[in-house]
């Protein structure tokens, strides 16, 4: 072969291949994962069922929480109908890479070592560390902290960001406890003036009446995603316009006010 008929060979080539990238790009619709859920008119769901109020089992034995009724709003919206597969959280990833369920609603942290794996929908629910004190105690920034005691959860996200504070500041005095809970237990109790716990645990307190509030915003943070195969770019656009229709419409702040109560609304 000439080298003149192996330089076009080679164009040649490379023009094929760029159109299947271009075809490719144009129709992400066409993947199988979606196919299925349309043709069988059946979205296979993961959750790891031991994280209320996102999933839990009900005393009745069934599903429920805030992912729960989110699925089923999107699937609604698809006209099919959702197959929870209850999983460990260790298990979720791996339930989408068997094939054992299309996607994970579950509470799921982005992870961004694990995004060349999976496809990650655009967050739902922003979970990271706030910081929270009482109602009126005149606590309105970070830089109030100086001369307080501030509780936090040993070993956590709110624990690494209080000790990052004390380095700045100078005079703050952390009160490390067993969990979330007790941090913000401390601060209703007086044994300490704030606390930077997670999202959740905040908006739960609040919500359950506790006489406190959350301060400015998120220190960290910490998005919940929708999980989907690597692949499957339709069914991952197909959540993405879910999600965002949901926002726009109001059902997802409805879903939260229902799940997380007023104290999400002071968020």
């Not at 005079?171 to 716990?197: F, K, T």
């Not at 069914?235 to 879903?255: F, H, P, Y």
Request: aromatic share 10%.
């Amino acid at each position: 072969m000439s080298a003149r008929r192996w330089k076009w060979g080679v164009l040649f080539a490379l023009g094929v291949a760029l159109a299947v990238v271009v075809w490719w790009m144009a129709y992400p619709r066409q993947d199988e994962r979606w196919r299925r859920i349309l043709d069988t008119g059946v979205w296979r769901v993961a959750v790891d069922p031991s994280f209320p109020p996102f999933e839990s089992v009900g005393p009745d034995g069934a599903l429920t929480g805030f992912d729960i009724d989110l699925a089923r709003a999107i699937a609604a919206r698809w006209g099919v109908d959702v197959r929870f597969e209850l999983v460990g959280f260790d298990g979720l990833l791996d339930s989408v890479w068997a094939d054992q369920a299309d996607s994970v609603v579950s509470a799921y942290p982005l992870q961004p070592h694990y995004a060349q794996d999976v496809g990650y929908s655009i967050p739902y629910f922003e979970a990271g560390v706030v910081l929270i004190a009482r109602a009126g105690s005149g606590i309105t920034d970070l830089e109030d902290l100086r001369g307080r005691r501030v509780a936090v959860e040993w070993g956590s996200e709110g624990d690494v960001q209080a000790r990052a504070l004390a380095r700045r500041l100078g005079d703050l005095s952390l009160v490390p406890l067993e969990s979330p809970d007790l941090a913000v237990g401390a601060v209703v109790d007086g044994q300490a003036d704030a606390a930077l716990v997670d999202g959740v645990t905040a908006a739960l307190a609040i919500g359950r009446g506790d006489p406190l509030e959350i301060v400015g915003e998120p220190l960290s943070s910490a998005p919940y995603v929708i999980v989907t195969p690597a692949r499957a770019r339709a069914l991952l656009s197909a959540v993405n316009e879910a999600l965002t229709a949901l926002e726009e419409e109001g059902v997802l702040d409805d879903l939260r006010m229902r799940w997380f109560g007023p104290g999400w609304a002071r968020r």
